[in-house]
């Protein structure tokens, strides 16, 4: 079975640039969240779809993070205009909803870079 | 709001124990997860714990809780230099909430 994966693996981009991630969960999995690691800091929650909803977006920084999941397979995170704060490792996880733990899978992470 | 508090740093001799802390602030706190990062890959699973529970052994892994004091531990018996890497301690209050994660302790083992 094919874990979660993420694209592009790493990323530089100019301050004022878009940049959009792209996460493809495990086949099946209804849950998928976004999460963000500012260097030395703290993994933080970002966004949860299930399916195709936005359960729960509490963790978008601002405006400028659109996260889309068509059809409730893979997911977007697009970042317009990037600004330096915005550099980081974005991890994909998804879950089932039948699992006792919930235990959620990661991906290997896009790493930003905003120069 | 929810807070998870960790160590950054562990250096342990290759054969010797290592065991890495986290207290976390969230009574409601219904699961609690070690998560290990090598260099380049994502978040492995090594292990979860309950909140009624207060250990869980698995292989070289030891998870001790106490829910009073609201600190998690995690032992690895006989760390190899293998074991080296990021562990994060994370909680969730429910099934499908999102993880609360520490940030993470830099476990180097000295061969």
């Known amino acids: 079975e094919a874990g979660v994966t993420q694209f592009p693996s790493h990323s530089v981009i100019e301050k004022g640039q878009t940049v959009t991630l792209r996460c493809d969960p495990i086949?099946?999995?209804?849950?998928l969240y976004w999460y963000r690691r500012v260097m030395g800091k703290e993994i933080k929650f970002l966004l949860h779809?299930?399916?195709?909803?936005?359960?729960?977006e509490s963790g978008m920084p601002n405006n400028r993070f659109l996260a889309e999941r068509t059809g409730g397979t893979y997911s977007t995170l697009k970042v317009q205009p990037a600004e330096l704060e915005d550099s980081g490792v974005y991890f994909c996880?998804?879950?089932?909803?039948?699992?006792?733990?919930?235990?959620?899978?990661f991906g290997p992470g896009t790493r930003l870079t905003v120069t | 709001g929810e807070d998870v508090e960790q160590s950054l740093f562990l250096s342990v001799r290759e054969g010797d124990s290592s065991v890495i802390n986290c207290t976390y602030t969230?009574?409601?706190?219904?699961?609690l997860y070690w998560y290990k990062q090598e260099p380049g890959a994502g978040l492995q699973l090594l292990t979860y714990?309950?909140?009624?529970?207060d250990m869980k052994q698995d292989q070289r892994l030891t998870v001790l809780l106490n829910k009073k004091d609201k600190h998690l531990s995690l032992r690895i018996a006989d760390t190899q230099t293998g074991d080296s890497a990021i562990y994060f301690c994370?909680?969730?209050?429910?099934?499908?909430?999102?993880?609360?994660f520490g940030k993470g302790t830099r476990l180097s083992v000295i061969a």
């Open positions: 996880a998804s879950s089932q909803r039948q699992t006792y733990s919930y235990e959620q899978y």
């Open positions: 086949s099946g999995h209804d849950n």
């Open positions: 779809f299930v399916k195709e909803s936005k359960q729960d």
């Open positions: 969230d009574s409601s706190s219904t699961y």
């Open positions: 714990i309950f909140s009624n529970m």
């Open positions: 994370a909680e969730r209050e429910s099934g499908n909430t999102p993880l609360v």
